[in-house]
């Protein structure tokens, strides 16, 4: 019954874990559940197969405030008298997906987009979260075709702008999970470009761990594949994305060579909007350049990152956040002491607007 109680929530286990932990902090309540504790609830057995013991008093009160049932109903036998009708009623809404629809699922993204960049995953995450299983809801009960490919791209940019905004948040581990259910909808609609684009931004979590020459053979190997498959804009992106690797190994001609190939790259006019979603235009371009000379203590990042500040569309809260951080860090390497602390307090009180861990822990590093 527990794993019916959370799946009528539209929560995945990961996802109910975490809102527990939050739950217990918010209500006072000492029981803690971690997902491998939860999945042996769910399952009834122990690390080693055997059956359960008896659940801790604080486990099991947390779990009936949540749900208002007993512990021992929440794993009973669940109800299942209802499961086919469900399983009947799935298949007939995923029957009836046209165009139309479609193409409201997408301009539902692109709002979450927009909130996103400009007031943070903060505001956006669970918004984008509960798209996301909407989304896979209908994709895993719709029939091979083209509805399924289009939910399926679909269902791939939600869990790519989920990721992104996870790392954000601090939460590297859901970042990875997201993207890895990203690259299985990207498999899943045959659509090399997604693929390629999911793997390269997953190369940020491994930036974010350390794992810096990980990152850069996972970029490599996407632009290696990119190779005329893919739009000049996506093409342009994971030279920069390759740039900014290399400079986080102090790789500096490499690293400069590769964001000279992003801009030939970078298309002119307005990008083809068919393939993987990008925010790169040449503005984000010389800011992502600047922080690449930011990382080589490079005293032109200064210039570069000005500029940038100066061009960037007020509306890229998160972007802009990036980049103050990033300017503060190129001050520190020309000694500029008065600068640097105006420029990271700004960046520091934005980055706890957006609620951006990942800029706060960069801060806190300099």
Known sequence: ???????????????????????????DEP?????????????????????????????????????ELSIDELLSPPQCDDETAELRQMLDVSRRIDGTLLELLRGQLDSIRRVDRQLGAIVAHEEVATKANQVEKLFAHSMPGHTRKQLAVILTELHTLAGWQALDLGKIHYSWQHYERAKHAAWEADAESYV????????????????????IDLLHDSRRRADSKCPPL????????NGEALAALKQRSQCLG???????????????????????????????????????ADPAAVGVLSHA??????????????????LA?????????????????QA???????????QQKRLASL
């Open 1 to 27: 019954m527990l794993e019916q109680k959370i799946r009528e929530r539209r929560q995945t286990l990961e996802e109910f874990t975490e809102y527990a932990e939050r739950f217990a902090r918010e209500h």
């Open 31 to 67: 029981g803690t559940l971690s997902l491998r504790h939860l999945q042996r609830l769910i399952t009834g057995r122990g690390p080693h197969g055997q059956p359960l013991g008896p659940v801790r008093a604080v486990t099991a009160r947390l779990l009936e405030r949540i749900f």
């Open 196 to 215: 390629i684009h999911t793997a390269a931004e997953q190369a940020f979590v491994l930036l974010d761990l350390g794992e810096t020459k990980k990152a």
């Open 234 to 241: 996506l093409r342009s992106w994971l030279a920069a994305a």
């Open 258 to 296: 590769a964001f000279d190939t992003a801009s030939e790259l970078l298309p002119s006019e307005p990008a083809d909007t068919t393939g993987p979603y990008v925010a790169l235009d040449s503005v984000h371009l010389t800011r992502w350049r600047g922080h690449a000379l930011a990382h080589l």
């Open 309 to 326: 500040l100066d061009e960037l569309d007020i509306s890229f809260t998160r972007a802009e956040t990036a980049l103050r951080v990033d």
């Open 329 to 345: 860090t190129a001050l520190t390497a020309i000694g500029d002491e008065e600068a640097v602390r105006a420029e990271a307090i």
């Open 348 to 358: 520091k009180r934005m980055a706890a607007s957006i609620g951006s861990v990942r």
